[in-house]
């Protein structure tokens, strides 16, 4: 299936649009204040769409749509985000008024989403009553993607709120049937790219980070798994918030060749502590000194060069990467150098995460941002053969 890039730009400005009506709706039934902070499109697997919603509670709604987009919308409050709405809404303890509260503002907020869609499309999209969801993982997801064992398109959109000093964070999500895609992407314009190919290249990065976990494992002896693995178009100007403010330390690598661009490997500061303890058998000074700079260095160079070369494999040509540089700032900062560098030649990039976690006695989190540049992806995903996915440890016929 072909798919057109510019067609799945616009459909993710109106996944932005549509989530930005969403909170305006928010705000007007709340005085709730409400910031859109990213909006992307991702193909991702069922499993990693689902560890997005552990570890918390969520409430919300999910609707059905029918006629030019067909699919699931569910809208999900943080349980931080409910009980600001509800206690705004229901001040009395009424369990049964509060649920019905979340059902009406979430039906409201929905509405406002898939009007933008309906009136670029100028056709109807009916819209089912809305049915309560409540808690974590399968419990939150749409039905579809619960059922699904291929890759999924799914538009994700993240907003933050703030009711006094504290933040609350809401998610929409679109998954549209496999016929609706088919439609509305169908090629109009010459830029165009296989989505099969998209799914090979999706599972390259998945096995790339697994290798990375077990290059984490064999140096370090920390047991580690690949708990999310997603290839996702969004703004250039987005990427940044994407990673948002959280204080990271890590290692960012350029890569040239047959696909060119940036790997970004960041740990948070107790993670990056607990990776250099196990990498570095004496004591080691509490700041990042030269020491503990080399050790992440070091193991940084080993998980890229893990990753990129199932990519070469795939892609039959040479790809090398420089010499990882140590940094320690907050994500945005980190990531805004390399995406000012990226926006001089395009407005939307290609951005494959993958996020790798131990659930053991040292709980760390490493998460691994590849940058292509987008004309070079393009470029190999066209030239890319199918046989040649035998060169991966990817099973063809698990992507189909």
């Known amino acids: 299936m072909e798919i057109d890039i510019r067609e799945l730009e616009t459909y993710q400005q ?33 499993s990693s769409l689902e560890y997005e919603f552990i570890g918390d509670d969520f409430a919300g709604v999910n609707i059905d749509l029918s006629g030019e987009i067909a699919g699931e919308v569910v809208l999900a409050f943080d349980d931080t985000a409910r009980r600001a709405i509800t206690d705004t809404l229901v001040p009395a303890d009424d369990p049964e008024k509060k649920k019905s509260s979340i059902k009406e503002v979430g039906n409201i907020m929905t509405s406002g989403f898939v009007d933008g869609w309906a009136n670029y499309l100028e056709a109807k999209i009916k819209s089912s009553p809305p049915r309560y969801i409540q808690g974590s993982g399968k419990d939150i997801l749409p039905k579809s993607a619960t059922d699904s064992d291929t890759h999924l398109f799914v538009f994700r959109s993240r907003v933050e709120a703030s009711k006094g000093a504290e933040p609350i964070d809401f998610r929409i999500l679109l998954v549209p049937d496999s ?42 002896g920390i047991e580690t798994t690949v708990n999310i693995s997603r290839l996702s178009l969004m703004p250039i100007k987005d990427i940044p918030k994407e990673v948002g403010s959280k204080r990271y330390v890590g290692t960012v690598m350029e890569f040239r060749g047959k696909i060119g661009g940036y790997l970004v490997i960041l740990f948070d500061q107790p993670s990056g502590r607990a990776v250099v303890d196990a990498l570095v058998p004496m004591e080691t000074d509490k700041d990042w000194g030269e ?84 004309a070079e992806l393009e470029d190999a995903l066209d030239e890319l053969l199918l046989e040649n996915v035998g060169n991966s440890q990817v099973n063809p016929e698990d992507l189909f």
Do not use: Y
Request: proline share 4%; net charge negative.
């Open 179 to 220: 016929t609706s895609i088919k439609r509305s992407l169908e090629p109009k314009t010459d830029n165009i790219v296989s989505l099969e190919k998209l799914e090979v290249f999706n599972d390259m990065t998945k096995e790339g980070a697994e290798k990375s976990a077990a290059n984490i494992s064999s140096m370090t």
């Open 14 to 46: 109106l996944a932005h649009d549509g989530a930005r009506s969403a909170a305006q709706s928010l705000s007007q039934l709340t005085g709730i204040e409400t910031r859109v902070q990213v909006t992307d499109v991702s193909l991702m697997s069922p």
């Open 291 to 374: 020491t503990e700079q080399g050790a992440l260095r070091e193991l940084g160079n080993i998980m890229t060069s893990g990753f990129v070369d199932g990519w070469a494999n795939v892609l039959n040509g040479e790809i090398k990467h420089s010499p990882p540089k140590f940094v320690a700032d907050t994500g945005e900062s980190i990531l805004r150098p390399i995406t000012s560098k990226l926006a001089q030649t395009d407005d939307h990039a290609f951005m494959l995460d993958s996020n790798i976690q131990t659930d053991g006695n040292q709980v760390f989190t490493c998460q691994m941002l590849a940058l292509p540049r987008r």
